[in-house]
Antibody, heavy 118, light 110 residues
Framework: EVQLVESGGGLVQPGGSLRLSCAAS????????MTWVRQAPGKGLEWVAN????????YYVDSVKGRFTISRDNAQNSLYLQMNSLRAEDTAVYYC???????????WGQGTLVTVSS | QSVLTQPPSASGTPGQRVTISCSGS????????VNWYQQLPGTAPKLLMY???QRPSGVPDRFSGSKSGTSASLAISGLQSEDEADYYC???????????FGTGTKVTVL
């Protein structure tokens, strides 16, 4: 069974940093593109970033370029999102998701809440 | 960057057919596949439809998807109370070089 468990969320001040982790199990992690999606309170879904199986390619939504970095450790079956220079508008539940050849975000974690506030 | 437009709400009585539209452009829906996601209240989203019209295992066949040009649609036939949820379309955008989600549609069963 595919399992994705996010961690690392919490309260951070504007301008601060946070690193999210996603522990993957139940599949061969190194075979799949992985994705981060966020959802601000009461708002819709927003794709944040994704990363190729070997980590050689990454893509980001414009609003986080230069501030967020997606990475992975295939030996540890883990996905990460390093978030720097955080802003109030980054407040959201952040979901880790596994892609397939047919679809972005076939499997989802339960999410971790990031709150940016002073 | 919600470049895919959906109606904010849709509703129907049990057993009715409801259709949700998703309007995009040549750089996203017009040249890439569309996926649909269902988000039940208080839960993580779930993939509902992939490659425009394919259902993952376990998704009831009352859900169907289609795509034509720069628009896509999701239909729910025989609406049931458990279908009350938020629905989002998504596609890769060649110009933005990223995935984009639709604005989301809240389906209410009257």
């Amino acid at each position: 069974e595919v399992q994705l468990v996010e961690s690392g969320g919490g309260l951070v001040q504007p301008g601060g940093s946070l690193r999210l982790s996603c522990a993957a199990s139940g599949f061969t992690f190194s075979f799949y593109w992985m994705t981060w999606v966020r959802q601000a309170p009461g708002k819709g879904l927003e794709w944040v970033a994704n990363i190729k199986p070997d980590g050689s390619e990454t893509y980001y939504v414009d609003s986080v370029k230069g501030r967020f970095t997606i990475s992975r450790d295939n030996a540890q079956n883990s996905l990460y999102l390093q978030m720097n220079s955080l802003r109030a508008e980054d407040t959201a539940v952040y979901y880790c998701a596994r892609d397939t050849g047919s679809a972005m975000a076939w499997y989802w974690g339960q999410g971790t809440l990031v709150t940016v506030s002073s | 960057q919600s470049v895919l437009t959906q109606p904010p709400s849709a509703s129907g009585t049990p057993g009715q057919r409801v259709t949700i539209s998703c309007s995009g452009s040549s750089s996203n829906i017009g040249s890439n596949i569309v996926n649909w996601y269902q988000q039940l209240p208080g839960t993580a989203p779930k993939l509902l439809m992939y490659s425009n019209s394919q259902r993952p295992s376990g998704v009831p066949d009352r859900f169907s998807g289609s795509k034509s040009g720069t628009s896509a649609s999701l239909a729910i036939s025989g609406l049931q109370s458990e279908d009350e949820a938020d629905y989002y379309c998504a596609a890769w955008d060649d110009r933005l070089k990223g995935h984009v989600f639709g604005t989301g549609t809240k389906v209410t069963v009257l």
